[in-house]
């Protein structure tokens, strides 16, 4: 069921031609779950999305709260959202748990796509005489969602194209979180505030820079819809709880999640405040951003306040991230995929904006000048999207090798998962520490069931006091070597000598 609410004549988004607000059923929702779960699973699927370094560590403290010893010391950062899906997928076993949450995050990142073109659709305004009502929207959403699609995001110190693709891939929560605030973006514009704030409260729970929204959400609440006072103030209450309770029981402090993202080679260099803003500049292409500058005037001129907030919000983002990098974090580029997001819906809504520019000018010279603005609409929108072209083709031959190299990483996986079967994981444990190669600790541990800081990854020639099981790998192929085994043991641990997968 679809039931259209009545604008207000006096609205500005009434006078310049803005779809109306229209509320969906809740089964249009549900529909929508169900597809991009559908999607996500494919994906997973096809791409070979497996668990990187930061999800295998999520995954082992959702089974270490199962056996009572959960344990926040080690990296990687503490993640409530993450931990609110993990705990319960816990529950299905070992393999079920890796499937479920690779799912779930490979949803996520074929969501916001999908949900940036919706958004988009929403805000940008409608065709008229000439121009076929739906055709600016449906432009609108199709822009967003392939600026959106083929964002660019920093892997390590080199940018990757695509990137956005490699965080879906291994299973990275930022895709999620992303997800998660257009959706309450539009909820809030299709006025159903309560998901909204469910779902800022969702995302507050995957990003502390949620909570500044979170905040600014609830005030305007406060005002506007009382009856969701009380759900406001759960919401920020039970959020630094979520975030702050379990590393003050489970770890040295409760600030040991922040304790992992300082002092990393991430970090942006030199002023951090230009630095922010660079890596938000390329998160796309320059024909994106003049698109931004445009609606961002253009809205301005047509009081579109609705454009205007999506921007401001993205710039709140920003100077919260700006905060983090002048306090020590590491402000790397995909804590600022939102803001990326965001950007992408507004440069949209501007190619939208653009389309209608010359019709709205030369309309009221008669049909001529209805004609001929339409035609100099399409021109420029057609010069803007081959702009855009050269960005998005290398973003998607970008994509297919970091498809590529996603399933060079889940062979890698899968002959580590054979070895660690073949050998015996009490039998590694018993003959000594585990040890890996940097950033194939949380790896390791998954497949043992045992703590990230419990393996080791210094160079093996500092192991020299006590026994060592190192884990080494060419490829797909995965190795055992035991170091200062003692005669004791050396028996019983000497068919692992050498085992590969």
């Excluded at 921007?311 to 905060?323: D, F, N, P, S």
């Excluded at 497949?447 to 210094?458: K, T």
């Amino acid at each position: 069921m679809t039931v259209a609410i009545a604008r207000d004549p006096l609205d500005p988004a009434h006078r310049h031609g803005v779809r109306p607000v229209v509320r969906r059923s809740g089964l249009g929702w549900a529909l929508f779950v169900v597809v991009v779960l559908g999607l996500g699973a494919l994906l997973a699927v096809f791409a070979q999305a497996r668990p990187a370094y930061d999800a295998n560590g999520w995954m082992v403290w959702a089974n270490e709260v199962l056996h009572g010893t959960l344990n926040l010391n080690a990296a990687p950062s503490w993640k409530p959202l993450a931990f609110l899906f993990l705990l319960p997928y816990a529950l299905t076993g070992h393999q079920g748990e890796l499937w479920l949450w690779t799912i779930t995050a490979c949803a996520g990142g074929v969501a916001g796509p999908l949900l940036a073109g919706r958004l988009a659709w929403r805000l940008a305004p409608r065709g008229s005489g000439i121009i076929p009502e739906w055709v600016p929207p449906m432009l609108a959403a199709l822009v967003a969602a392939t600026i959106l699609a083929t964002m660019t995001v920093a892997s390590k110190l080199v940018p990757l194209p695509m990137g956005l693709l490699r965080q879906v891939l291994i299973t990275s929560s930022d895709p999620l979180v992303l997800a998660l605030l257009l959706g309450a973006a539009e909820a809030h514009f299709a006025r159903r505030y309560g998901w909204a704030l469910a779902l800022l409260w969702l995302a507050g729970l995957g990003r502390p820079e949620v909570w500044v929204l979170l905040g600014g959400y609830g005030l305007w609440l406060w005002r506007a819809v009382p009856g969701l006072r009380g759900w406001w103030l759960a919401a920020v209450l039970s959020t630094p709880v979520a975030w702050f309770l379990p590393p003050t029981l489970a770890s040295n402090s409760p600030l040991s999640p922040g304790r992992f993202d300082t002092g990393l080679a991430t970090a942006v260099v030199g002023n951090k405040f230009l630095g922010v803003l660079d890596r938000v500049r390329t998160l796309s292409g320059t024909v994106v951003q003049i698109e931004v500058g445009v609606s961002l005037l253009l809205s301005l001129l047509w009081r579109d306040r609705r454009v205007l907030v999506l921007l401001g919000l993205a710039a709140l983002w920003t100077a919260v991230e700006i905060g983090f990098a002048l306090h020590g974090f590491s402000a790397v580029q995909r804590y600022l995929i939102e803001v990326g997001g965001v950007l992408a819906v507004i440069g949209g809504v501007g190619s939208a904006q653009l389309l209608l520019l010359p019709w709205r000018l030369l309309a009221r010279q008669g049909r001529v000048g209805a004609r001929l603005g339409a035609a100099l609409g399409l021109l420029v929108v057609l010069i803007f999207l081959a702009g855009i072209v050269p960005f998005a083709r290398t973003s998607v031959d970008g994509g297919r090798g970091i498809v590529e190299n996603q399933q060079l990483d889940a062979r890698e996986l899968a002959g580590l998962t054979r070895l660690v079967r073949r050998a015996g994981v009490h039998q590694i444990l018993n003959c000594g520490a585990p040890v890996a190669a940097l950033g194939w600790q949380s790896g390791v541990a998954w497949e043992l069931g045992v703590n990230v800081g419990v393996v080791g990854f210094r160079p093996l020639r500092s192991y020299r006091t006590f026994p060592v099981v190192a884990f080494s790998h060419t490829g797909p192929h995965w190795r055992l070597t035991l170091l200062n085994e003692p005669t004791v043991a050396s028996v019983a641990c000497a068919p692992l000598q050498g085992l590969s997968s």
